[in-house]
């Protein structure tokens, strides 16, 4: 008896997903337990697993649909399919040309999954519905195709690679009928075939769910809040020589590496507890004034920035910091993350120093009022007591919502981690 694969529950808030790509194909035999697709939420990617065995009878919705939570997305049957089977006897005894046009093309029936049957081309097995789909489209031999996923399967990517390598100037007649995006969307319009055929060394890539969503929330935050940065910079010497002294023994008592994310992160939590309008938010007329101190670090996966939270951080040592940080960054860029650990936040830190960045405006993480901008460590001369020396400087940045804080008190935020950061052991006393 053949059991619906539904879209389970996102988590709170989350009402629709992405449907980023199947793992399995229409036919292929799958365990209890083993993930059979992958769906894009705005914040996370996850996997939606079997819960039995057997054969995946259907897929109904491609990649690139949206799906919301409770809807059908394909189905599971018991033994082996009989497509299946017929695929496979197809492709020792190849159909005549004329046998084959007899069989429904997906656009005959308006669905994408030709009602969980498979295409019989040569090829087709190896490939999901969205790309067979797009491979028809630009009149792609999936036969001709060299697959680049496991087993042999045939992607997205492997088809495009064709196209372009297959491209010609000459072939303005492409443009007279609008391209689909081949994962069931509208048509989109086509690329302007320009007489140079620089259309060829044009790529067209889908946009993630998590992509749109930063790109949405990111301009949101510029047009819902009346935002500006305030600069400064602090002197490293003195953490610089602290972890250099004890960076070893630091490790070797905690298991943890002694970085500078928990040095900032402590100093910020001295300087939200000296103005805790930094570390609230603002709802309609009123302003919640948080004392908890739930610290974001964003990081950078290969699908965007994500921030996850170190909750409770006043509470945590340095060790307990840098070890919850490391933590999260693996879970990230592993995509791991769970909604808890992205749910929340009082106040956030992001430090474009890693990527070489020497100064920047970070923009505010709804709906925090305040971000703090790490940025790289670079030996510049700078005046002390009256002499020029070289000193390790590092320029920071806070970005607040001037709605909430005035100018003066944002100044006086950033001059406060200053002063701790220049003074490690403060930090101390603060924590």
Not at 87 to 105: C, F, L, S, T, V
Not at 154 to 164: G, H, P, S, Y
Not at 172 to 185: L, Q, V
Not at 331 to 342: F, I, M, P, Q, S
């Amino acid at each position: 008896m053949a059991a619906e694969i539904h879209v389970p529950e996102l988590g709170e808030s989350v009402a629709d997903a992405t449907v980023g790509r199947w793992l399995k194909q229409e036919g292929e035999a799958v365990k209890s337990g083993e993930a059979l697709v992958e769906l894009e939420t705005d914040k996370i990617n996850f996997e939606v697993e079997a819960e039995q065995d057997g054969v995946l009878q259907s897929i109904s919705k491609a990649e690139g649909e949206t799906v919301n939570v409770g809807e059908v997305i394909g189905t599971l049957g018991e033994g082996a399919a009989p497509e299946q089977t017929e695929d496979g006897q197809r492709q020792e005894q190849p159909q005549a040309e004329d046998e084959q046009e007899e069989q429904p093309e997906p656009e005959d029936s308006g669905d994408e999954t030709s009602n969980g049957h498979r295409e019989v081309e040569d090829g087709a097995g190896r490939a999901s519905p969205s790309v067979r789909k797009l491979a028809q489209e630009y009149e792609v031999d999936l036969a001709e195709v060299t697959g680049s996923g496991s087993g042999g399967r045939i992607t997205r990517d492997d088809v495009e690679r064709l196209i372009r390598d297959q491209s010609r100037p000459a072939a303005p007649e492409r443009t007279e009928e609008p391209e689909r995006d081949g994962k069931g969307g509208a048509p989109q319009p086509a690329p302007a075939v320009s007489e140079d055929g620089r259309a060829a060394l044009e790529e067209r890539v889908r946009v993630s769910r998590r992509r749109q969503t930063i790109a949405q929330r990111l301009v949101e935050s510029q047009q819902t809040t009346a935002m500006l940065t305030t600069f400064n910079e602090v002197d490293m010497g003195a953490v610089m020589e602290l972890r250099k002294r004890r960076k070893e023994s630091f490790q070797e008592r905690t298991g943890a590496r002694l970085g500078f994310m928990s040095f900032f992160a402590k100093a910020a939590i001295g300087a939200l507890k000296a103005f805790p309008k930094v570390n609230a938010e603002l709802q309609d007329s009123e302003l919640v004034l948080k004392k908890y101190y739930d610290i974001g670090v964003a990081v950078s996966t290969d699908e965007g920035l994500v921030v996850p939270i170190v909750r409770d951080a006043d509470r945590k040592s340095f060790a307990e910091i840098e070890q919850g940080i490391a933590d999260l960054a693996a879970k990230a860029r592993e995509g791991k993350l769970t909604l808890d650990d992205l749910r929340g936040g009082t106040f956030t830190i992001t430090n474009g120093g890693i990527f070489g960045s020497l100064v920047s405006t970070p923009i505010l993480t709804l709906p925090q009022v305040a971000i703090l901008g790490m940025h790289k460590i670079q030996e510049r001369p700078v005046a002390v007591d009256g002499e020029v020396v070289v000193r390790p400087m590092m320029y920071l940045a806070l970005s607040y919502d001037h709605r909430v804080i005035d100018g003066a008190e944002a100044v006086s935020f950033l001059v406060r981690i200053k002063e701790l950061v220049e003074d490690p052991e403060s930090l101390l006393l603060e924590g």
